[in-house]
């Protein structure tokens, strides 16, 4: 897994989104926190100004720059290409025929993508966030950085990169080529949460009933580490848990791949009917949703109608689209 021949290759087919990775990384943290100084100073000028008070950073201002924002999303999409060119491309070029050929156990050649993206992850991530530590701990806004703990700004943003980057990988071993293994990676990123609301949805037009939305749900649903702050005991453990899991089924289940499905929307065809039944699903209570909103909320009656025609047409709908996702075969030639 440490060969050089086969970081080399790793490196060749993700070079562009490495270095594109590492420039949101740099804004990120870096230019953030940069950018968030001068707003501090901004906002410390007006307040002496108006009341001759002095403004203080929040916790929420810190964990903005370290673990939370857009910008975060940012990255995380970066990291879901970056695995997606390490499989999802392979298959599609099919490199991953020469791959498989090479003197390797399949696992060997997984584990490799495994360090090679997390090793970089780690050492982007760990880089600018010194750089952009030290950018506001030689600031007269110094002490903001006690507000929060090493947890919160450091290992709980890192973690949930690992986590997304594993969890992006493990997607690419059961999709067939690079689209349907970034598709398949958000929309299984947000399916507990997403699932959660389209039931809720579903509750709300026919009983007027909220659900409490469950503890564990969070825990369970792969974007909320890279989304939210991943600073308490059990979300550090269930990331690390999260990992590990999704590696070793991610090892495994690469062995098992089948080179002749490369190019199809999934490698493993017994997979086809269980995707078909929970896309048209999530797809009808999608539009059930959607169509029950344009109703008046006082007219129930209507609301429920209106829900029932927007399931049915989006049912029709995500047949044909699932149907032709299952059927399509995406190859294009590999030059290099």
């Not at 290759?9 to 001068?38: D, G």
């Not at 493993?268 to 539009?287: A, T, V, W």
Request: proline share 2%; charged share 10%.
């Amino acid at each position: 897994m440490f060969h050089k021949a086969l970081w080399y290759q790793n490196y060749k087919q993700t070079r562009m989104i490495i270095w594109m990775t590492l420039a949101l990384f740099v804004v990120f943290l870096p230019f953030q926190s940069t950018l968030a100084l001068e707003t501090w100073k901004e906002l410390q000028e007006q307040a002496q100004l108006v009341d001759d008070s002095i403004y203080e950073v929040q916790q929420w201002d810190v964990l903005q720059i370290f673990s939370e924002g857009g910008l975060a999303i940012l990255v995380t999409l970066s990291i879901i290409v970056l695995a997606g060119m390490l499989v999802g491309l392979e298959r599609n070029t099919r490199r991953n025929d020469f791959t498989f050929s090479l003197p390797f156990y399949r696992n060997d050649l997984f584990l490799a993508k495994w360090f090679y993206g997390a090793i970089l992850i780690s050492l982007f991530h760990s880089v600018n966030f010194w750089i952009a530590y030290f950018i506001i701990y030689q600031s007269e806004f110094a002490s903001a950085l006690y507000l929060v703990s090493w947890t919160e700004i450091f290992w709980g943003p890192l973690l949930g990169f690992l986590f997304f980057f594993t969890f992006s990988l493990f997607i690419g071993t059961i999709a067939g080529e690079l689209i349907s293994q970034i598709a398949l990676t958000i929309v299984f990123a947000i399916f507990p949460l997403g699932l959660f609301t389209l039931i809720q949805g579903l509750i709300d037009v026919h009983f007027k009933y909220y659900l409490n939305q469950p503890v564990w749900l969070e825990y369970v649903t792969p974007f909320m580490y890279v989304f939210s702050n991943t600073s308490t005991i059990a979300t550090i453990i269930t990331a690390i848990a999260f990992t590990v899991f999704f590696l070793l089924l991610g090892t495994f289940l690469y062995k098992k791949n089948k080179i002749e499905h490369n190019g199809e929307f999934l490698i493993f065809k017994r997979l086809n009917l269980p995707f078909l039944i929970l896309f048209s699903l999530c797809f009808s209570l999608l539009g059930g949703m959607i169509i029950s909103s344009l109703a008046p909320w006082n007219a129930d009656a209507l609301r429920i109608v209106s829900y029932w025609i927007g399931f049915t047409l989006f049912l029709l709908f995500s047949l044909l689209i699932a149907r032709r996702l299952l059927a399509m075969n995406l190859m294009i030639s590999n030059k290099a």
